[in-house]
């Protein structure tokens, strides 16, 4: 098996404390994707990053910080800066216009709880 | 830049009918539309995906449509089952690179089916 897998399934942190969650793909995907689910909520795009090496900010990208120094590896930083942490976070790939065949996969997702 | 509208945002429906689900995109650029189930407290899933040059396609239950001219397209879903209830999100996308390459999706709609 593989795709997109993110860990931990379930994070705690407490406030004002730095949190990496992981996102690791073994589907050769060019483009990666942070996406934030609030409950009863849709998508809201974090960060994405279409090349290694290189990476943009979403709509709501304040607050987080993201690396993409290896093809496999776009791990997502949520920082003391960002105000609500707690929710679902989706990593996915692929889905960009230059994947003309490949549709976006998502990971399992991290449920991150800060208290 | 490319908005895309979701309705209804929840929908219930008995078991063994219809339910169909309504999108519509604000740039008429985009040619990808594809379609994501998510179950609770999973992750989005991709169901079915349409492209501009094609004005219908079926997968056992369901389908989407679109209509280029009217810039809206619909999934449908026949004969409901239980296990069919989840959320649904339907997206846009253009074929231009950067960001413009990104899907853009809708709100989501929660789709109840009741036994």
């Known amino acids: 098996d593989g795709g997109i897998t993110q860990s931990p399934k379930y994070l705690f942190r407490k406030e004002g404390q730095n949190v990496t969650l992981s996102c690791e793909q073994n589907l050769n995907h060019d483009a990666m994707y942070w996406y934030r689910q609030d409950p009863g909520q849709g998508l809201r795009l974090i960060y994405y990053?279409?090349?290694?090496?290189?990476?943009q900010k979403g709509d709501i990208a304040e607050g987080y910080s993201v690396s993409r120094e290896k093809k496999e590896s776009f791990p997502l930083t949520v920082t003391s800066a960002q105000k609500n942490p707690t929710a679902f976070y989706l990593c996915?790939?692929?889905?960009?216009?230059?994947?003309?065949?490949?549709?976006?996969?998502f990971g399992n997702g991290t449920r991150l709880t800060v208290t | 830049g490319e908005n895309v509208e979701q309705h209804p945002s929840t929908l219930s429906v008995q078991e063994g009918d219809s339910a169909v689900i309504k999108c519509t995109y604000s740039d008429s650029a985009s040619n990808y539309f594809p379609w994501y189930k998510q179950e609770l407290g999973k992750r989005p899933q991709l169901i079915i995906d349409?492209?501009?040059?094609?004005g219908e396609k079926k997968d056992q239950r369901i389908a989407v449509t679109l209509n280029k001219t009217a810039k809206h397209f619909s999934l449908h879903i026949t004969e409901t089952q239980p296990e069919d209830s989840a959320v649904y999100f339907c997206a846009a996308r253009k074929a231009y690179g950067g960001s413009q390459g990104n899907l853009i999706f809708g709100k989501g709609t929660k789709l109840s089916v009741k036994p």
């Open positions: 349409i492209r501009s040059n094609v």
């Open positions: 990053s279409q090349i290694v090496n290189d990476f």
């Open positions: 996915a790939g692929g889905g960009h216009w230059s994947s003309y065949n490949s549709p976006l996969h």
